[in-house]
């Protein structure tokens, strides 16, 4: 199966999973269409999700527009300055809806895990490269574990995701070992969790 469901549609994929989120302290947020789930067919519902001070993260679909303009390349976790820091995951819905539903799912758990594990509490710039990559790795982590305990993925879903990942990145121009050295990451933390 191809990775974009409709492959007259072209990709231009940006960076997909890098460091997307952003505490946005002093950055009014500009406020999306109300969208939801329903708007976009062949769109995942995304899972509940909880940041790590017990609030609940609520999904916003767009159509591509971020803040003031940014571009969201398929999802990015923020908090609303405007709103006591009201963590929210943004989605670019009709780019993310062309993917599969592993690709999708990822996606998800991955700006949720952002969430979860307090990376928001810095701003992106207060963070090393080092530190950038690490918590990506973090949030892969915890995507890839809950893929296969919450969602029950098999191996055969984790090489169609794997296959999406590669081909996105290839787009990207990343290097193979890019890819090898994430997905590697990843599907070293779906084999550790339990799966039922």
Not at 18 to 37: D, I, R
Not at 75 to 102: H, N, W
Not at 147 to 170: H, P, V
Request: proline letters at 6%; one cysteine or more.
């Amino acid at each position: 199966m191809s990775f974009i469901k409709r492959a007259a549609f072209p990709v231009v994929a940006g960076l997909v999973l890098s460091l997307q989120f952003m505490a946005v302290a002093g950055v009014q947020a500009q406020q999306p269409e109300e969208l939801s789930v329903k708007d976009f067919p062949g769109l995942a519902a995304p899972p509940v999700c909880v940041d790590d001070r017990g609030m609940e993260v609520t999904y916003k679909f767009t159509t591509g527009e971020g803040l003031r303009g940014r571009v969201v390349n398929f999802a990015a976790a923020m908090r609303d300055p405007e709103v006591t820091g009201k963590p929210f995951i943004l989605l670019d819905a009709p780019l993310l809806a062309m993917m599969t539903p592993q690709f999708q799912n990822l996606n998800y758990y991955h700006e949720c895990a952002h969430h979860e594990l307090g990376h928001l509490n810095k701003l992106p710039k207060e963070y090393s490269k080092a530190e950038k990559r690490a918590i990506e790795g973090e949030a892969d982590c915890q995507a890839a574990k809950k893929l296969g305990a919450e969602i029950g993925y098999r191996r055969e879903d984790m090489n169609i995701l794997y296959r999406n990942l590669t081909s996105i990145w290839q787009q990207e121009g990343r290097s193979y070992d890019h890819a090898r050295a994430r997905i590697g990451g990843i599907d070293s933390c779906y084999r550790s969790a339990p799966h039922p």
